[in-house]
């Protein structure tokens, strides 16, 4: 059906299908894999780190601390098992099967990086096979983010840069307040990209969260796609409110950069600048992660200031409950043509000008380049394999909640395994938390023990005036006040483990506007 209205996109499917097919090739990408600062020293840990990049496995490790990062297939050429599931020993990766060491770096007596070092299991005498090999991966840090280059020629073009004055190797920036965060996501990258570049859905998915918006808020946009910037490698844009447009208000500026970065500049108020870069990495089928990095510049110094001295934890666990109040939206969507897999995204999706113009072209843009994807979903056509994740017998969220991806119940991942894990310093703040817990615990028990043994003191005729003292102006009023504290940590550290549920918000809620 096509729809003629000026304020509903014209496009049909049988239009769509005619798009012209650009070239494309999923492994000629870099992909950001995780920040730098996400891959631990080795001092620290023996930790290596698992990622990505469209199902296929990699491990990432340090040989010594502040030191180069090492990318490698996540196998071990022995029997195939995981090295992510291995540690870090002595510099090298080493598999826990039978404790193969391999090294990351070439060295001076000319094995090439990857080379086999250690084999518990050789005779004497014996010589390393030469298969003993890892396959390295071109690894770069370029702005604070780790990318890996997925093809196995050598890199033919440079790593994307957000160059607005970034520190190469930390992603700060002089007089600016940076903030980074990452999280993985139960959908396709696909989903992630569609969702962060609609900013029609802030007021309402977010409405009243801090870093999101306000309902009454939600109005018309002016988006507007620059035609002659549409290629394989994404396109460009810029969009602004109704009533900024009313106002003649400034535009933010839109990119949308292959394999899936938006990037995103503005000044929302004169002097005071922001910018963003939004990577959307396809992990696997239905498996996502958001590297997030937004930076404001201009700001008076009392609010930036103010913006220091909140705990970057804080923050990290807002912007997880955030991306979690769309999750039970987006993967419903995905569940919604599992069932339907003869329709595409054209048949079903009304797509208003006024707020979905990036959402379409983004989706047109699939359709030109998905050939040259392991698995795709464009506007008018789709890969067979892209619901492969999902029985295609999936009931919503509320009406399977210990199973279904996105309901956050005890039986299915939590905001602990999609970002706790996996961001130091959210986890090192776990540690403080359950660590102040305990000191409460035991300063209240210790108080209730004393209390209870002053007490029968005097019971027993005991007037000794320093124990009177004790019990009235620190045994007594520690235990409520210790015992609030620990009540408060706990709901604290409840943060960190479980993600936010839409329905119990709604529950609490009226349905009426009274």
Same mark, same amino acid.
């Given at each position: 059906?096509?729809?003629? %209205?000026?304020?509903?996109?014209?496009?049909?499917?049988?239009?769509?299908?005619?798009?012209?097919?650009?070239?494309?090739?999923?492994?000629?990408?870099?992909?950001?894999?995780?920040?730098?600062?996400?891959?631990?020293?080795?001092?620290?840990?023996?930790?290596?780190?698992?990622?990505?990049?469209?199902?296929?496995?990699?491990?990432?490790?340090?040989?010594?601390?502040?030191?180069?990062?090492?990318?490698?297939?996540?196998?071990?050429?022995?029997?195939?098992?995981?090295?992510?599931?291995?540690?870090?020993?002595?510099?090298?990766?080493?598999?826990?099967?039978?404790?193969?060491?391999?090294?990351?770096?070439?060295?001076?007596?000319?094995?090439?990086?990857?080379?086999?070092?250690?084999?518990?299991?050789?005779?004497?005498?014996?010589?390393?096979?030469?298969?003993?090999?890892?396959?390295?991966?071109?690894?770069?840090?370029?702005?604070?983010?780790?990318?890996?280059?997925?093809?196995?020629?050598?890199?033919?073009?440079?790593?994307?840069?957000?160059?607005?004055?970034?520190?190469?190797?930390?992603?700060?920036?002089?007089? %600016?307040?940076?903030?980074?965060?990452?999280?993985?996501?139960?959908?396709?990258?696909?989903?992630?990209?569609?969702?962060?570049?609609?900013?029609?859905?802030?007021?309402?998915?977010?409405?009243?969260?801090?870093?999101?918006?306000?309902?009454?808020?939600?109005?018309?946009?002016?988006?507007?796609?620059?035609?002659?910037?549409?290629?394989?490698?994404?396109?460009?844009?810029?969009?602004?409110?109704?009533?900024?447009?009313?106002?003649?208000?400034?535009?933010?500026?839109?990119?949308?950069?292959?394999?899936?970065?938006?990037?995103?500049?503005?000044?929302?108020?004169?002097?005071?600048?922001?910018?963003?870069?939004?990577?959307?990495?396809?992990?696997?089928?239905?498996?996502?992660?958001?590297?997030?990095?937004?930076?404001?510049?201009?700001?008076?110094?009392?609010?930036?200031?103010?913006?220091?001295?909140?705990?970057?934890?804080?923050?990290?666990?807002?912007?997880?409950?955030?991306?979690?109040?769309?999750?039970?939206?987006?993967?419903?969507?995905?569940?919604?043509?599992?069932?339907?897999?003869?329709?595409?995204?054209?048949?079903?999706?009304?797509?208003?000008?006024?707020?979905?113009?990036?959402?379409?072209?983004?989706?047109?843009?699939?359709?030109?380049?998905?050939?040259?994807?392991?698995?795709?979903?464009?506007?008018?056509?789709?890969?067979?394999?892209?619901?492969?994740?999902?029985?295609?017998?999936?009931?919503?969220?509320?009406?399977?909640?210990?199973?279904?991806?996105?309901?956050?119940?005890?039986?299915?991942?939590?905001?602990?395994?999609?970002?706790?894990?996996?961001?130091?310093?959210?986890?090192?703040?776990?540690?403080?938390?359950?660590?102040?817990?305990?000191?409460?615990?035991?300063?209240?028990?210790?108080?209730?023990?004393?209390?209870?043994?002053?007490?029968?003191?005097?019971?027993?005729?005991?007037?000794?005036?320093?124990?009177?003292?004790?019990?009235?102006?620190?045994?007594?009023?520690?235990?409520?006040?210790?015992?609030?504290?620990?009540?408060?940590?706990?709901?604290?550290?409840?943060?960190?483990?479980?993600?936010?549920?839409?329905?119990?918000?709604?529950?609490?809620?009226?349905?009426?506007?009274?």
């Amino acid at each position: 059906i096509e729809i003629d %209205s000026p304020g509903v996109s014209s496009t049909t499917q049988a239009n769509m299908e005619q798009t012209k097919k650009l070239p494309y090739s999923w492994k000629d990408q870099w992909y950001a894999l995780t920040f730098a600062s996400y891959v631990p020293n080795p001092s620290e840990t023996a930790e290596a780190i698992p990622a990505s990049v469209f199902d296929h496995p990699l491990v990432l490790w340090k040989a010594e601390d502040e030191g180069e990062i090492y990318c490698a297939d996540d196998v071990c050429p022995h029997r195939s098992a995981a090295l992510s599931e291995g540690r870090v020993r002595d510099g090298k990766i080493e598999c826990l099967y039978h404790g193969w060491q391999f090294q990351g770096q070439n060295t001076a007596d000319d094995k090439p990086a990857g080379s086999c070092t250690l084999i518990p299991q050789l005779k004497k005498g014996a010589t390393i096979p030469k298969r003993a090999c890892l396959k390295m991966r071109d690894l770069r840090v370029v702005e604070g983010i780790v990318w890996v280059w997925m093809g196995d020629s050598v890199p033919s073009k440079d790593v994307p840069r957000q160059d607005d004055g970034l520190d190469e190797l930390t992603g700060k920036r002089e007089g %600016s307040i940076v903030n980074d965060f990452q999280i993985d996501l139960p959908y396709d990258h696909s989903y992630l990209v569609e969702n962060l570049i609609d900013p029609a859905h802030i007021p309402i998915s977010h409405d009243k969260t801090p870093g999101g918006g306000k309902r009454e808020l939600a109005e018309a946009y002016e988006m507007i796609v620059d035609r002659d910037s549409v290629s394989s490698t994404g396109f460009t844009g810029r969009y602004r409110t109704e009533s900024q447009k009313e106002k003649d208000g400034p535009f933010i500026e839109v990119q949308f950069q292959a394999p899936g970065i938006i990037r995103q500049r503005g000044e929302p108020r004169p002097g005071i600048k922001f910018g963003a870069a939004l990577h959307c990495m396809p992990l696997g089928l239905g498996r996502s992660r958001l590297m997030f990095r937004a930076y404001f510049t201009g700001l008076p110094k009392f609010a930036m200031m103010l913006l220091s001295l909140r705990p970057k934890f804080l923050q990290d666990l807002n912007s997880c409950k955030v991306l979690e109040q769309d999750v039970g939206l987006i993967t419903t969507q995905e569940d919604h043509f599992a069932r339907n897999p003869d329709r595409q995204l054209a048949n079903d999706f009304l797509l208003l000008k006024s707020s979905d113009l990036f959402v379409e072209e983004y989706r047109k843009w699939m359709d030109k380049v998905g050939n040259g994807m392991p698995w795709y979903q464009g506007l008018a056509s789709r890969s067979t394999n892209v619901s492969n994740h999902l029985s295609g017998a999936e009931r919503p969220p509320a009406l399977d909640p210990a199973n279904h991806r996105a309901s956050n119940e005890a039986l299915t991942e939590t905001r602990y395994h999609r970002h706790v894990l996996r961001c130091p310093n959210t986890r090192k703040a776990l540690v403080r938390v359950k660590l102040f817990k305990k000191i409460f615990m035991t300063t209240t028990i210790f108080a209730i023990t004393m209390a209870s043994t002053v007490s029968s003191m005097m019971i027993g005729g005991c007037e000794n005036i320093a124990l009177k003292r004790a019990l009235r102006w620190f045994l007594v009023p520690a235990i409520p006040l210790s015992s609030l504290i620990v009540a408060g940590l706990h709901k604290l550290e409840k943060q960190f483990y479980f993600s936010f549920k839409r329905k119990d918000q709604l529950r609490s809620e009226s349905g009426l506007d009274l």
